[in-house]
């Protein structure tokens, strides 16, 4: 009888108060799968597995801990998840550029319009004023795509973006440390911050099936606030900023 007692596991305490979320070999996975479908994805030129498998191996992993309500976690995990991927991006772009230009669509011509931009001043791609059909199209996409989806079609808008925004620096800093300063565009870095806290808080509901909107921002309402207030931040120093830290790569 004895035997048998600890021969089920299962039934014993310490089984059923297991959290993954508290198990460091998942925190260690994340990151594993974090480095491995940037990097190799991107090391073989494919600008659409590339974000693809990005995407549904974080909407599971950002699951886990926002199905328990553990949102602390959640945005460690998510935060932690877009800072390798960004670092895999920049490290790969600028010591293998025309490898990792093709995993980025167009990537030749956005790596082009950067440098114009760097030495003219015009036309900074991707900016709201030039491209505010894509900007809308990424606005909502990240929400209201969240929103409906668990998350997952934000995520593939915010992955897609980070991927871009580290090729750009990477490639930019293949001119030296001035260009590594000016690929850290400030307002896209606010942006990005801003979409992922609205990514988590939106991923919610679906996940829950709670969708009483008092509820979040009752419980969630710095979250939601620093993330807006993040995302109008962006929009401001794009418009103001950009000419100023150009100088950087002036000077």
Same mark, same amino acid.
């Given at each position: 009888?004895?035997?048998?007692?600890?021969?089920? #596991?299962?039934?014993? #305490?310490?089984?059923?108060?297991?959290?993954? =979320?508290?198990?460091?070999?998942?925190?260690?996975?994340?990151?594993?799968?974090?480095?491995?479908?940037?990097?190799?994805?991107?090391? /073989?030129?494919? #600008?659409?597995?590339?974000?693809?498998?990005?995407?549904?191996?974080?909407? +599971?992993?950002?699951?886990?801990?926002?199905?328990? !309500?553990?949102?602390?976690?959640?945005?460690?995990?998510?935060?932690?998840?877009?800072?390798?991927?960004? +670092?895999?991006?920049?490290? !790969?772009?600028?010591?293998?550029?025309?490898?990792?230009?093709?995993?980025?669509?167009?990537?030749?011509?956005?790596?082009?319009? /950067?440098?114009?931009?760097?030495?003219?001043?015009?036309?900074?791609?991707?900016?709201?004023?030039?491209?505010?059909?894509?900007?809308?199209?990424?606005?909502?996409?990240?929400?209201? &795509?969240?929103?409906?989806?668990? !998350?997952?079609?934000?995520?593939?808008?915010? =992955?897609?973006?980070?991927?871009?925004?580290?090729?750009?620096?990477?490639?930019?800093?293949?001119?030296?440390?001035?260009?590594?300063? %000016?690929?850290?565009?400030?307002?896209?870095?606010?942006?990005?911050? &801003?979409?992922? !806290?609205?990514?988590?808080?939106?991923?919610?509901? /679906? +996940?829950?099936?709670?969708?009483?909107?008092?509820?979040?921002?009752?419980?969630?309402?710095?979250?939601?606030?620093?993330?807006?207030? %993040?995302?109008?931040? &962006? %929009?401001?120093?794009?418009?103001?900023?950009?000419?100023?830290?150009?100088?950087?790569?002036?000077?």
């Amino acid at each position: 009888m004895r035997d048998s007692v600890q021969a089920a #596991p299962n039934g014993s #305490p310490k089984a059923r108060n297991y959290d993954l =979320v508290k198990d460091p070999l998942y925190y260690i996975t994340f990151c594993f799968f974090a480095l491995l479908t940037t990097a190799l994805p991107a090391a /073989l030129g494919q #600008p659409n597995f590339l974000p693809i498998v990005q995407t549904v191996a974080i909407t +599971l992993f950002l699951a886990v801990p926002l199905r328990r !309500g553990r949102i602390t976690t959640a945005l460690i995990v998510l935060s932690s998840w877009l800072f390798l991927q960004l +670092l895999v991006m920049i490290l !790969g772009s600028l010591l293998l550029p025309l490898v990792f230009e093709r995993a980025i669509h167009d990537g030749f011509a956005y790596h082009r319009a /950067l440098l114009e931009w760097s030495v003219t001043g015009l036309n900074l791609p991707g900016a709201i004023i030039h491209s505010p059909g894509a900007r809308i199209l990424e606005f909502f996409g990240t929400l209201m &795509g969240s929103l409906l989806s668990a !998350g997952l079609i934000g995520l593939w808008f915010l =992955v897609r973006a980070v991927n871009q925004f580290g090729y750009g620096i990477g490639r930019l800093a293949v001119e030296g440390p001035p260009g590594l300063i %000016l690929g850290l565009m400030p307002w896209r870095l606010a942006t990005l911050a &801003g979409y992922a !806290g609205l990514v988590v808080m939106l991923a919610q509901p /679906l +996940l829950t099936n709670n969708w009483n909107p008092a509820h979040y921002f009752s419980r969630q309402r710095r979250l939601a606030t620093v993330s807006a207030l %993040l995302i109008v931040l &962006g %929009l401001i120093l794009e418009f103001a900023l950009p000419g100023l830290w150009r100088l950087i790569w002036v000077l």
